[in-house]
């Protein structure tokens, strides 16, 4: 027996050493420094003030478009970009989505797409007397160009047709075709992206790489890691609504039965919100611990994060404290609309449940429909697929692609010691449709930590506009090879 212990002792301490040893020797992501930034063109603030001054606010019903904003919107771009209107070769679809064509000198290979949208989120009425600037005012203080837009996703839009114009006025002609293709309805239908897409697959066009918002670089959201990230999305979740709905004969709120509607679906819900699907570390996971892990400053979680063989779980558990964390990990489900009653002295004899669901890489939703039911487990709770938007989660562009490495390749070169990593984008963008016409698909939007995104105070950093405006040069050149 005693032999047996000191087996195990010897097991213990062997195991402790390989831990230790692949914590110690675990590299920091390599070091390096940034280029100088480019120097913003004339005229760049001005031009991004105005845009954020028209309100393009994205029309719920897509018939119901304020053509005023739109077509100023479509004024301001033909002033402001006076070049990109007489060599590119613009068209227009779905009324107000642009795509605008730069021939290259060798038409034989791959396009490069770099595409955003200038359409907005309103701001609450309520919301208005907290900003400190006006939502739709485009001023420049503090060192940022403030209004609602100014990140989602006017930050793409402005700085890529800054880029493609200061390119022109150097004489620059690329040797692939660029595709600039702006949506106009991001924020609630995305039907401009569609038409966009449907548009260039009449044409026959398959790009090498289409690069979208998305990830940013961030200095403060990885526990440990006090080096700047970039979160460059690969994948998308997929995305599924359901319905649940119960039936049962309600009556006078005087004499109410023991179970009513409303109890059932309650504890539908509760059981559904209790657990979830289980945690799984993706590739893009991995990769994304792979590269981080070795620049954490704590040694506890370098420990952890360089023996995932052993601490998965403690891992898992970690990086689940944060909501964003737990979303890169597992399969989301959320209920978002809960209807029942009519009156306060009557007890309903319907109760329904909008259920949410954002699906994880590897799953499908018909696996969430399955966890859903067996979650559940009563068959009173009426179970169906309801809205427009489902999708199965997207392949994901490799990070070993072209179009992964061109992006790492100009990050370096805007951002001193960043580490890009790729990052499982948790919402859906524009860019997923265009999937059906790339293996390149890339979401990136190179602002570091931006404020305000969807709510208050939204403002951009002129120091991040410079950097964006960079970063679009470097791809439109470094995509030339
Ligand atoms: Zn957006």
Known sequence: MRKFFSFIGLVAFILLIIIVIKAVTITPWPHQKAD?????PDSAISHFSKAVQIATISPEDTTHIDSIHFNAFRNFLEQSYPLIHQKLNRTIVAGYSYVFEWKGTDTTLQPIILMGHYDVVPVEES????????????????????????????????????ATENLLKQGYTPKRTVLLCFGHNEESTGTGAMAIVRYLKSKKVRAQMVVDEGGEISTDKIKGVKRPVAFIGVAEKGYLTMELSVE???????IPDNETAIDILTKALFKLRKQHMPDT????????????SGSSTDFLNKMALS???????????IMSESAEGAAMLHTTIVPTIVESGVRENVVPTNAKAIVNSRVLTGETTKD???FITKTIDDNRVKIKISGDFNTEPSAATP????????????????EDDVIPVPFLMLGATDSRVYREIS?????????????????????????DYQKAISFYTLILKEAQK
């Not at 049962?248 to 005087?254: A, D, F, M, V, Y």
């Not at 993706?282 to 981080?292: C, H, I, K, N, S």
């Not at 023996?307 to 558990?317: A, M, P, Y």
């Open 399 to 414: 990070f070993t692609s072209d179009a992964f490495k061109r992006i790492e390749t100009a990050v370096y070169k805007i």
């Open 307 to 317: 023996n995932r063989w052993l601490f998965g779980g403690v891992v898992k558990k």
């Open 36 to 40: 100088a930034l480019i120097a913003l």
């Open 248 to 254: 049962k004969k309600g009556g006078h709120s005087s």
């Open 127 to 162: 919301a208005v007397k907290l900003w400190t600037a006006k939502p739709f005012g485009g001023e420049v203080k503090d060192s940022a160009i403030w209004g609602r837009g100014s990140i989602d996703d006017k930050s793409s839009v402005i700085p890529i047709l800054e």
């Open 281 to 292: 570390f993706t590739p893009t996971v991995e990769e994304f611990l792979d590269r981080t």
């Open 368 to 370: 969430v429909i399955d």
């Open 439 to 463: 293996d390149g698909v890339v979401n990136f939007t190179p602002v570091v930590d931006s404020k305000g995104y969807h709510g208050i105070d939204e403002r951009l950093p002129i120091k």
